[in-house]
């Protein structure tokens, strides 16, 4: 069955992994994320965004997709909404079967933040759904989610010390230098504050923008108290990069499943070596 991430984030962050959230796009994206965690004996987070969740065709279509592999799975998997951006959403989801919810209000003042984050809090919690926010302004793109450079802001340390002990969220999302989407060269990650939030409060820290940041710099942020990763641009680049190479290669194919089949396999390696450097693997 679907499961609330304090089912493994706890432990995560007790040991020293962090457990990896992938992107659900479509049945192949599904398809590949579970059976790696499946061969790799790992917890997972399957998220899905806003806009995948429209693309699906719904949040029932993407519940019903995640629950019946997770019912067939000997891992334990989380259904998240990634950036969700309302209370209404949120509660859509829910009622629909999510187990876990993001909350991000990163682009409202402080205090607006608490509290959006704290009235979340307070319904998921009272069905056991475990709730993700945000703090800070990561920059890049995903979906409709545009942050340009000059207006990705950095969490500051303190802030994020009290938001967490204000609205007691399962899982705290900084910025921290990471992007979404592709880096123009390597992202400039700030330990410090990785650091100083970690050793100040119960959850793990939640790194966005996963995709393209170098091995020793995961390494290192999950080391320093980062649980939960979140990778989705990899994997697109890996299916898109499968689907070219091969209709390249063969102009006259037409049967989807010739390349999309590759493109699943692509992206399963993807996720397996993620896990393996995430330490979750074994970790079921
Ligand atoms: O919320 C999703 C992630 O932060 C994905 O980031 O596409 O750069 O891996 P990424
Ligand atoms: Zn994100």
Known sequence: ????????????KAEGFAVGQFNMN??????????????????????A?????????????VVALAKVFADR??????????????????????????????IDGSHLPLDENIALTKKVVEAAHAVGVSVEAELGKIGGTED???????????????EAIRFWEETRVDALALAVGTAHGLYKGEPNIRFHIIEKVAQNIEAPIVLHGGSGVPDEQIRKAIRLGVGKINVNTENQVACTETVRKILAEKPSLYDPRKYLGPAREAMKEVVKQKMRLFGSSGKA
């Open 144 to 158: 409709d989610l545009s942050v340009d450079e000059e207006d990705a802001m950095l969490a500051d340390p303190d």
């Open 26 to 47: 479509n049945l192949e994206f599904t398809q590949a994320i579970i059976e790696a965690a499946e061969e790799e004996k790992s917890p997972l987070i399957f998220g």
């Open 73 to 102: 799975s000997s891992v334990p998997v989380a259904l998240h909404l990634d950036h969700g951006s309302s209370f209404d959403m949120v509660m859509k989801c829910i009622r629909a079967g999510f187990t876990s919810v993001m």
């Open 49 to 61: 965004s806003e806009g995948a969740i429209k693309y699906m065709g719904g949040p029932d279509v």
């Open 1 to 12: 069955p679907l499961v609330p991430m304090t089912a493994f984030l706890p432990r995560a």
